[in-house]
């Protein structure tokens, strides 16, 4: 009997070594910056993995706050119903994220998330987190910088949604995804778009039909290929070239 909880303690220790020592997300996840003896501080911020099957959700709405979540592998979406009873979409997470800091001002989370694919997260206790933040300063700063990168994000969506054209704000989208790939060793111009057009479209402020529309039009000027989820970005400087355009 007594034996069993220090087994699962060393369990658990084990995998967060090789979570954050080894992991391939780690500069993109909360070890990023921390020396090799920072990171082994982390040992006693004793965590689990949870997987998550395609559907299923991994908090709602009203849930009360006690842990956030780095995503390890699959895609999520986040999102908040409106008072009219709409889906609005706020966010898509991939490896190397971090969910779940909605709930930390007022400790309930503030909107839902969902696993758009069957992936895995690493569980990690907020109060665990204070706690070895207050050993490791290092870690309260990158955890601040984890939060900022949430901040700008959430900016960038902001001026999508009020300055852009629909093309603009599809082109900006695409390019975005492009360059979070990349953060993640993936290609850069070919990938599998793992939300569906309305989604999308209810991320962006645009009607399906819109959305499905800009698509069409960017294959026919040469600038994507679509095969269903597929898509190839075949000219990242024309997608750019939108944007620069509206900037100039």
Do not use: W
Request: charge should be neutral; charged fraction near 25%; include cysteine.
């Amino acid at each position: 009997m007594d034996t069993q909880p220090a087994t699962s303690k060393v369990i658990n220790i084990r995998q967060l070594k090789t979570v954050c020592s080894s992991c391939s997300l780690r500069e993109l996840c909360l070890p990023m910056g921390l020396s090799r003896e920072e990171i082994e501080h982390l040992d006693t911020l004793v965590y689990t993995r949870r997987r998550v099957k395609r559907g299923e959700t991994l908090y709602r709405a009203g849930d009360g706050f006690n842990s956030l979540y780095a995503v390890r592998t699959g895609f999520f979406k986040s999102n908040v119903i409106l008072e009219d009873g709409r889906d609005q979409v706020t966010g898509f997470h991939m490896p190397g994220d971090i969910l779940g800091m909605d709930g930390i001002g007022t400790e309930a989370h503030t909107c839902n998330a969902h696993a758009l694919e069957d992936g895995e997260v690493c569980v990690i206790p907020f109060s665990r987190l204070e706690e070895v933040s207050r050993e490791v300063r290092n870690l309260q700063h990158q955890f601040h910088k984890v939060m900022s990168r949430e901040i700008v994000r959430d900016q960038g969506v902001m001026m999508l949604l009020g300055t852009m054209r629909a093309e603009e704000r599809l082109a900006a989208f695409l390019i975005n995804l492009s360059q979070r790939f990349v953060a993640r060793g993936y290609s850069p111009s070919e990938f599998h778009l793992r939300m569906t057009r309305e989604e999308i479209g209810s991320y962006l402020g645009l009607k399906l039909e819109t959305v499905s529309r800009i698509f069409s039009k960017f294959q026919e000027q040469g600038l994507i290929a679509v095969q269903q989820k597929h898509i190839r970005i075949l000219n990242t400087d024309g997608l750019k070239h939108l944007l620069d355009h509206r900037e100039a």
